[in-house]
């Protein structure tokens, strides 16, 4: 029972567009979700994370957004640069920290 | 200020064989995650480990599997009799105080991995 989805396994965008990551959850009692960065050969570091109580936050070039109610957060990145070219998870907590099967984003130059 | 450590990076294991992972925390993190991937598959957890406490081991296999964090020295994850689909990458955190649950924002550092190949 995958709790934590993220349905698109790669994604490809130009240098200097959005970057639009998709996340999707079915359990309502999550209350804190984190956005992990993965390269290849290294472990998931961390990018940005959202409160169940705010529908937005904000870090530089990072957008992360929530809708409680499509229970459905998302992470943008503008503008998108070659090196943001990495896996990235979705993961939310009620108890630990439960993680989707990620997304590859390419930025192509 | 060293990140986590894990070692080895890669490690080949016959059928049978015992597998040990190890995990040395940041320093003054005393909380511990153990988290494998398996291909083409997110991260799941798999223990929650506090200094010589075993906090929440409801990921980890029943049989095969134990982990440890002793008072001194590194996490332990040790998987016995190892078979094919254990292969897998295996990923240790530390935070310096819970991580999830009702705790407020903590950061948690993942390690390199450790990537083990059962043969």
């Known amino acids: 029972d995958q709790q934590v989805k993220q349905n698109s396994p790669s994604l490809s965008v130009q240098e200097g567009r959005i970057s639009i990551l998709n996340c999707d959850y079915t359990?309502?009692?999550?209350?804190?979700f984190l956005w992990y960065k993965k390269y290849p050969a290294e472990g998931p570091t961390f990018l940005i994370s959202?409160?169940?109580?705010?529908d937005k936050n904000e870090d530089g070039r990072f957008t992360v957004f929530l809708n409680k109610s499509a229970k459905h957060l998302s992470l943008h990145i503008v503008p998108s640069q070659p090196g943001d070219s990495a896996v990235y998870f979705c993961?939310?907590?009620?108890?630990?920290?439960?993680f989707g099967t990620g997304t590859r984003l390419k930025v192509l130059a | 200020n060293a990140g986590v450590m894990q070692n080895p990076r890669h490690l080949v294991r016959r059928r049978g064989q015992e597998a040990r992972l190890r995990c040395s925390p940041m320093?003054?993190?005393?909380?511990v995650y153990w988290y494998r991937q398996l291909p083409e598959e997110g991260l799941k957890f798999m223990v929650y480990?506090?200094?010589?406490?075993?906090?929440?081991e409801s990921g980890m296999p029943k049989e095969r599997f134990s982990a440890e964090f002793p008072k001194e020295g590194p996490s332990i994850l040790r998987i016995q009799q190892v078979v094919r689909g254990d292969s897998a990458a295996y990923f240790c955190?530390?935070?310096?105080?819970?991580?999830?649950?009702?705790?407020?924002?903590?950061?948690?550092?993942f390690g390199q991995g450790t990537r083990l190949t059962v043969v």
């Open positions: 959202i409160s169940s109580i705010k």
């Open positions: 955190a530390s935070s310096p105080r819970q991580w999830g649950g009702t705790a407020l924002n903590t950061e948690a550092f």
């Open positions: 993961a939310a907590s009620a108890r630990r920290y439960i």
């Open positions: 320093k003054g993190h005393s909380h």
């Open positions: 359990n309502s009692m999550f209350d804190y």
């Open positions: 480990l506090q200094k010589e406490n075993i906090i929440d």
